[in-house]
């Protein structure tokens, strides 16, 4: 397992948070996901063929944006 870790722009309110928790958690590969409101910040853990692309994209996708990656 390895962590990925993103800045979120655009994730605001639970509902927010909620709806890229659920889709984070939709994908087999992807076995936890914290997400942090007041720093903007998801972390998840995911398995080792997982890509960083895969992941901005499926947050994307959903209407957010996504500045940086972060280190976890």
Known sequence: MKKLG??????????????????????????KVDIDLNEK??????????????IKNSIEELGFTIPKSLRV
């Open 41 to 54: 910040s998801v972390v998840l853990e995911c398995s080792e063929e997982t890509s960083t692309v895969e």
């Open 6 to 31: 993103f800045l979120v722009e655009g994730m605001k309110c639970g509902a927010c948070k909620g709806k890229i928790e659920k889709s984070l958690l939709a994908q087999e590969n992807i076995s």
